[in-house]
């Protein structure tokens, strides 16, 4: 079970890699404000109506009804991090960050005792003798 799991999450971050450093370009055709196209890496196919107006030859009527849009996410380039492309700030921040957290799993050899330092009173006399009163 742990190799599987340790398979699956492996597999599962080399995907999370590969899609962040990849660019990635979305094609949208519109029509009257209506999507009727999308495409992944090359352009989107057009409704026609650029055909329609053409065949029309009609040079008063422009031709607002269509609409392409496109947007382009751009991938990492360098996935290496530098401790000198950090700030003073965040340096001291990640520094005493590790520290306290590295810190919480020092072993303890002994714990402490509280009154360690403060002995118990002197019993000068015995009051259950005294008294005579015993546990019964």
């Known amino acids: ?10 597999s599962l971050l080399a995907l999370l890699v590969l899609v962040s450093t990849v660019s990635w370009t979305v094609d949208k055709h519109l029509c009257m404000g209506r999507v009727m196209d999308i495409s992944l890496f ?3 196919d057009d409704c026609g109506m650029e055909e ?6 009609d040079q ?6 269509c609409d392409d849009e496109s947007f382009t996410v751009q991938g990492q380039d360098d996935l290496k991090l530098s401790w000198n492309d950090f700030d003073l700030e965040h340096q001291h921040f990640l520094e ?12 303890v050899e002994e714990i ?5 330092k403060y002995p118990p009173p002197i019993l000068v006399k015995d009051i259950h003798i005294l008294d005579q009163v015993f546990l019964i």
Request: glycine fraction near 0%.
């Open 1 to 10: 079970m742990k190799q599987i799991l340790h398979r699956f999450i492996s």
């Open 42 to 44: 090359a352009h989107a």
């Open 52 to 57: 329609a107006m053409a065949a029309m030859d």
């Open 60 to 65: 008063s009527i422009q031709n607002s009804c």
């Open 96 to 107: 005493a960050f590790a520290q306290s957290y590295l810190n919480l799993f020092v072993p």
């Open 112 to 116: 402490p005792a509280p009154h360690e």
